[in-house]
């Protein structure tokens, strides 16, 4: 349980910091408590995506991480990425993505941001 949630809170903390960084992520709120609770949200959506769609589509696309000796991720990751933004506004979350190469740009931000923070803060 306590993994959960130190890395459910890792993704919130990445999330912010690629809505920061990417002009085309937006959080939308009136104050830093509502973005606070959206982030952590989105980042409770990011967390069921990856886990539960994430594996299915890299089995399918298997041949191509092989052709491309895995570039292909940073296309799946945009595409988590951008599948997050459409389910969080289903659920009523002040998140979006704007685009493809908001989602690529914003995916490589969250992939660095969540392995510096993994890396400093360890799991156990």
Not at 48 to 68: A, G
């Amino acid at each position: 349980m306590k993994s959960f949630v130190i890395k459910t809170l890792i993704n919130a903390a990445a999330i912010w910091v690629a809505a920061w960084i990417v002009d085309g992520i937006t959080i939308t709120g009136d104050d830093w408590q509502h973005k606070t609770i959206t982030v952590i949200g989105v980042a409770l959506v990011f967390g069921v995506i990856n886990f539960l769609i994430k594996p299915v589509v890299k089995l399918f696309s298997l041949p191509l991480f092989i052709l491309t000796l895995g570039l292909v991720t940073f296309l799946i990751n945009a595409l988590m990425l951008w599948l997050t933004s459409w389910a969080s506004d289903k659920v009523h979350l002040d998140f979006h993505v704007q685009g493809f190469w908001a989602a690529l740009f914003g995916s490589l931000i969250i992939s660095l941001v969540s392995w510096g923070l993994h890396l400093a803060l360890d799991d156990d």
